[in-house]
């Protein structure tokens, strides 16, 4: 049921010429009224970008219903030991029903005054841009420990046993010792081949 059609059923309930329906709708059009009328709480402000944990201090809703928004902004500086670039970034309000909407919405500084004693929390936060600091290994030229090419690779230990290799013909090869055929501290070979059998490797 929307509102308009709520107050036109009290309307009618109140002129009713029965006397405990028009009473009844009396005291309900009473009790709106009431729940209409600006807050008498304080009014709380809260300030998140605390280290540790979020600042909240209660403020009297009449004094700072008094002052502009900058100058509630100043005030609240003050009063909580806050930094110089300290902003209001949003506020919370009460329902017709006295309950808070949790919803944060922004504040029209032109309207402070008109809106204050609907007001149920103050946000207040540094006006300064977050950053972000990302580390991205293509623009560093450097692998992430653990993300390497080579993460699941053994170590190689070098062993004691002779190595060696086969050619296509089948002869094996010692490695060794064609390393020291062709070590530029031995002698020339005869020829300009080195022929390499079984029993001489």
Not at 5 to 13: E, G, N, V
Not at 46 to 65: C, D, H, M, T
Not at 112 to 121: F, L, S
Request: net charge neutral; with cysteine; charged share 20%.
């Amino acid at each position: 049921m929307s509102r308009g059609a709520q107050h036109r059923i009290l309307s009618q309930l109140s002129s009713s010429p029965n006397e405990l329906a028009s009473g009844m709708a009396q005291c309900i059009e009473a009790l709106r009224l009431i729940s209409a009328l600006p807050r008498a709480y304080p009014l709380m402000v809260e300030y998140s970008n605390s280290p540790k944990s979020p600042v909240i201090k209660a403020f009297g809703r009449a004094q700072l219903a008094r002052l502009p928004l900058r100058a509630v902004v100043g005030l609240v500086k003050s009063s909580m030991s806050l930094p110089d670039n300290v902003r209001v970034a949003s506020a919370t309000f009460y329902r017709e029903d006295g309950t808070v909407d949790p919803t944060k919405v922004l504040v029209d500084e032109d309207s402070w005054k008109e809106i204050v004693p609907y007001v149920h929390t103050l946000h207040v936060e540094d006006d300064r841009p977050v950053t972000a600091t990302t580390f991205s290994p293509a623009l560093s030229g450097k692998e992430s420990p653990g993300k390497g090419l080579n993460t699941n690779a053994s170590t190689f230990v070098p062993g004691t046993s002779a190595i060696s290799i086969k050619t296509q013909d089948g002869t094996q090869v010692n490695l060794q010792n064609l390393r020291n055929l062709y070590s530029p501290n031995s002698p020339p070979p005869s020829s300009p081949f080195a022929i390499l059998d079984n029993n001489s490797i």
